[in-house]
């Protein structure tokens, strides 16, 4: 690893003038921003990194480069910012060629994250994250005032600042390396595997950590993984590659998860894709039984008369939250008697995924659907789920091909 001086020097070329807010400059709706025509990469030993690359990388999302070990997605993200120059091909971004650009000046709108967050040891953190604000010009106080801001924008606890960062967990320093990308509030981020080193519990909150920073900022992000599932959690389009760095395939996720391109494609999504596709799927049309949920203190005979006969129900407290499982028939009104109903799925918000997993570990094979406050809005079994996948797909092929990316259903 290059010495903090070489770094230094580094980022000095990389920031210069202040990149305009992404707020103001970017029109409305989803455009191309990004345009990697034609490009193929031969390094000197004769390794073909990149061969004929074509990708049209849209404003306002996030576009993964996913595919195994050695496929070319670091050589094609450093190209972007010129780290890499291509053997042959153009990249352009906002319509213009990179290489009629100085560096310094491609460079300033690019923010730059990668694995293990390479961030300066000797500094606090408040420091590593004010580093380009500094280049730029910015006084000590307002750097440190930006930096603070940004601390609280990727959940860094305020305590943190004068922290170095061998005294924080790898999850914390990655936190800080995106912030300090953010820092100059670049419209571009380039990210290359950066929650790879990780444990999975801290990759996901990075994750969803980041989503809701890009729905905060609405950047450009190109992010370099291997990993399929973090590809699909966190990707707008996503595009695969084979090795010898061609393009297998490149689509929203959910259109990857149930039209695969190809064999090679499949196999890298793995076993259960039909099951993953469901968290592109909303439960808000879920069909809910209500006929089988009672107030705790109904009347057992109409338990019996309104549920399906000998089906089990489920009682609520007075405010409509769930309590458990009970049979009408047999049931003596004890509380503590009724059977847990489980882990409970939010309609609307969550996905049909997770609701047909909360089927498959509810004791009655029926989930429990509550809204935001947590009262029950109804059930449902493996069948009304199923049909709902039916409709949706339905839906769906019906549906004219949509340019913007599907909305995540949650997970
Ligand atoms: P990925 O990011 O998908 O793992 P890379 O873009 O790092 O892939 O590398 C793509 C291919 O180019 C690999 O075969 C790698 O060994 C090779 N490669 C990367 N950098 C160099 C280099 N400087 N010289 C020669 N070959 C390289």
Request: with cysteine; net charge positive; proline share 6%.
């Amino acid at each position: 690893m290059a010495g903090s001086g070489h770094r230094l020097i580094r980022l000095r070329t990389l920031v210069h003038v202040i990149a305009p807010r992404a707020g103001k400059a970017v029109p409305e709706g989803f455009r191309r921003l990004i345009a990697i025509e034609d490009v193929s990469k031969r390094y000197a030993d004769g390794t073909v990194a990149v061969d004929r690359l074509s990708l049209q990388i849209p404003d306002h999302s996030i576009t993964v480069l996913v595919g195994p070990s050695g496929c070319g997605k670091t050589t094609t993200l450093r190209m972007i910012n010129r780290m890499i120059e291509p053997s042959s091909g153009t990249i352009r971004v906002g319509g213009e060629d990179v290489r009629a650009r100085p560096v310094n000046t491609l460079r300033r709108s690019m923010g730059y994250v990668i694995q293990n967050a390479g961030l300066f040891q000797h500094r606090t953190v408040l420091d590593n994250i004010a580093t380009v604000p500094r280049l730029l010009g910015w006084s000590r106080q307002r750097a440190r005032e930006r930096a603070a801001e940004l601390m609280e924008r990727v959940g860094l606890d305020p305590a943190m600042a004068r922290r170095y960062p061998y005294q924080l967990s790898g999850g914390q320093q990655q936190r800080v390396g995106v912030a300090r990308a953010l820092a100059a509030d670049p419209p571009i981020l380039l990210m290359d595997e950066p929650f790879s080193a990780v444990d999975p519990v801290v990759r996901r909150s990075l994750q969803e950590e980041l989503l809701r920073i890009q729905g905060e900022l609405g950047k450009a992000i190109v992010f370099v993984t291997h990993d399929m599932d973090e590809a699909i959690t966190i990707g707008d389009r996503i595009a695969v590659l084979r090795t010898g760095g061609r393009l297998a395939q490149f689509a929203a996720p959910d259109e990857i998860l149930s039209s695969p391109a190809d064999p090679f494609v499949e196999e890298f999504l793995g076993s259960d894709r039909g099951i993953r596709g469901l968290s592109f799927l909303s439960t808000r049309d879920l069909e809910l039984d209500r006929s089988r949920v009672f107030p705790v203190g109904s009347d057992r005979r109409e338990m019996s008369g309104r549920a399906p006969e000998g089906a089990p129900v489920l009682v609520t407290d007075a405010d409509g939250r769930p309590l458990g499982w009970a049979d009408p028939g047999s049931w003596d009104g004890n509380v503590e008697a009724l059977e847990p109903y489980g882990p409970v799925f939010e309609v609307g918000r969550d996905s049909l995924r997770v609701a047909l997993d909360r089927t498959v570990l509810s004791p009655t094979g029926q989930a429990v659907g509550v809204d935001g406050s947590g009262k029950v809005l109804g059930v449902a079994g493996q069948e009304t789920v199923a049909a709902a996948i039916r409709s949706a797909r339905r839906r769906r092929a019906a549906d004219a091909p949509q340019e913007a990316p599907a909305v995540k259903a949650g997970r």
